[in-house]
């Protein structure tokens, strides 16, 4: 046999050739697809029914994994439908629930028999009911990292609204009294400015109102000031206690935000001597050094002082 005829052989009533060779694939498809199977899925579980005042502690399954058998083509179909599993929680009351899942939980589509259908994990869901109580928490601002190019923060970031309303469970109740955002990674932080943020909910199993707050983050660059003439302020216990410290006044050298320093005068700052229980005599102290919040950290002009504590006479 030549080549030209084997070709001829080939091309002639290609048409009708194409079209048997169509006709094949497809009957091979069909049964293919009227092959039976069983399949996996994953869907999600739902508490139907439960007061509005409880809610579910400890281990809570999200989600359920069941089989289905069926043919391949009604399998691929299930994937665009849904399915989920429901429990019925109408009478439930406080306190420990069990039950074991059953086909009959399972919300299945048209078209999918139940006798098709198994679970297979979790087969049985365990759960605390607990109520849900409702207060007021306190926001605190999350940091992570640092400001770049020795850029530092003028003012401690706060939170707007410093308050919220969260919701949880009554066994974290007394967790629930501050609430965290997510962090803010200052390293990202180029410009002075407001973000909105959300609340760090991960781990409290609580549900918050609202569930974002605005933080302003404003940056300046280091510098020092220096403070000076602050005259040190004794602290006493007995009204006819009398002291006399040496020196009069010190001076401060404080490090931290440009721009916070330039707002600061010798009012702000404060040089406690505590004498309290000390009988008369004379002492060397070193006093307490309160700054404001955003000050880096300071240097006195002297390690400590000299006190004189004297009585005067009751009249």
Do not use: C, H
């Amino acid at each position: 046999m030549t080549v030209v005829s084997l070709a001829r052989g080939i091309f002639s009533n290609i048409g009708v050739k194409l079209l048997a060779l169509l006709v094949a694939v497809v009957i091979w498809f069909n049964a293919i697809g009227q092959q039976e199977d069983e399949r996996l899925f994953v869907v999600p579980l739902q508490f139907a029914s439960l007061a509005d005042t409880l809610t579910a502690t400890g281990r809570v399954p999200g989600e359920v994994q069941i089989a289905v058998t069926g043919t391949r083509r009604d399998l691929l179909l299930i994937e665009f439908k849904k399915i989920s599993v429901s429990l019925n929680m109408n009478r439930s009351e406080p306190g420990r629930f069990t039950q074991r899942l059953s086909v009959s939980d399972v919300i299945l589509p048209p078209g999918v028999e139940p006798r098709k259908v198994r679970i297979v994990s979790p087969l049985l869901v365990d759960v605390t009911l607990e109520q849900l109580v409702t207060r007021r928490a306190r926001v605190a601002v999350s940091l992570s990292g640092t400001l770049p190019g020795g850029q530092l923060l003028s003012s401690v970031p706060e939170a707007a609204p410093a308050w919220v309303m969260v919701t949880g469970p009554k066994s974290v109740d007394e967790r629930m009294d501050k609430v965290f955002t997510k962090p803010i990674d200052l390293a990202r932080v180029k410009d002075s400015g407001e973000r909105d943020v959300d609340l760090d909910l991960d781990d409290m199993v609580v549900t918050s109102e609202p569930k974002k707050v605005r933080v302003g983050l404003f940056v300046s660059v280091r510098d020092k000031r220096v403070l000076a003439n602050i005259p040190p302020t004794v602290l006493v216990d007995d009204a006819n206690v009398v002291a006399e410290v040496i020196p009069k006044t010190v001076s401060l050298t404080l490090e931290g935000p440009k721009a916070l320093l330039e707002q600061l005068s010798s009012r702000d700052v404060s040089v406690l001597v505590d004498l309290s229980g000390k009988p008369p005599g004379r002492y060397l102290l070193v006093p307490e050094v309160i700054v404001p919040n955003g000050i880096e950290k300071y240097i006195m002009d002297v390690d400590s002082l000299r006190v004189f504590v004297s009585r005067t006479s009751s009249p």
